[in-house]
């Protein structure tokens, strides 16, 4: 079946910019992750969604950043006033927690900020 | 707190000999542990997991990893590398159902 979908690929910026960033998880899958990858480092973890509720925000670095599940299923992460530090790569990742807990990645947004 | 060493930045095998890839972590229970691949601009591709039983972990491409509690150690290995093995490995540890915390990985380069 389909996997874990991320849109946009790539995004560009200006700085103090709002962006937003969003995570298709897998059919089915209740638990969300997003994930923060800079360059030359593994993925961090920034915020981690059961259902529609944000069940450990603890990794979101301050308060620009922001995310949100509605319906939970699609997520969005949102950015405002962007920093060039927050140029990265913005991964997601899904699992079905009845299953194993095993995270399944997606191929990420890659964002930079000018 | 959780945390993943991975000691080596950069390792460099000539294709069909052996690979291991070291991971070192930190936790305070029994932890869930992981090994990723990332191919350049892919995401993150599970190789294979350690959750509980036999600590010999078998996974796909051919890859196994062992999991040794005493040396709080999940190390990778593969008994002959491809060249399509190049890639960026991650090791993670992490709970169930909860957030992974990652290595900072382990670049391979094959050498033909």
């Known amino acids: 079946g389909a996997g874990v979908s991320q849109t946009p690929s790539n995004k560009v910026t200006e700085k103090g910019k709002y962006v937003e960033l969003r995570c298709d998880p897998i059919?089915?899958?209740?638990?969300l992750y997003w994930y923060r990858q800079s360059l030359g480092q593994g993925p961090e973890f920034l915020i981690y969604f059961q259902g529609t509720g944000a069940a450990d925000d603890s990794g979101l670095p301050n308060d620009r950043f922001f995310a949100v599940r509605p319906e939970g299923s699609v997520s969005t992460l949102k950015i405002q006033r962007t920093e060039r530090g927050d140029s990265a790569v913005y991964l997601c990742?899904?699992?079905?927690?009845?299953?194993?807990?095993?995270?399944?990645f997606g191929p990420g947004t890659r964002l930079l900020v000018l | 707190a959780q945390s993943v060493t991975q000691p080596d930045i950069h390792i460099t095998v000539s294709e069909g000999a052996s690979l291991e890839l070291r991971c070192n972590y930190s936790?305070?229970?029994?932890?869930?542990l992981f090994w990723y691949v990332q191919s350049p601009g892919q995401g993150l591709q599970l190789l294979l997991k350690y959750f509980s039983g036999d600590t010999l972990v078998q996974g796909i491409k051919g890859f196994e990893a062992e999991f040794k509690r005493s040396q709080s150690s999940f190390n990778l290995r593969k008994p002959s590398v491809h060249w399509s093995d190049a890639a960026e490995y991650f090791c993670?540890?992490?709970?169930?159902?909860?957030?992974?915390?990652f290595g900072a990985g382990t670049i391979l380069r094959v050498k033909s």
């Open positions: 990742a899904s699992s079905e927690l009845a299953e194993s807990g095993t995270q399944y």
């Open positions: 936790y305070g229970a029994t932890p869930y």
């Open positions: 059919s089915g899958h209740t638990a």
């Open positions: 993670a540890v992490g709970a169930y159902g909860n957030k992974l915390v």
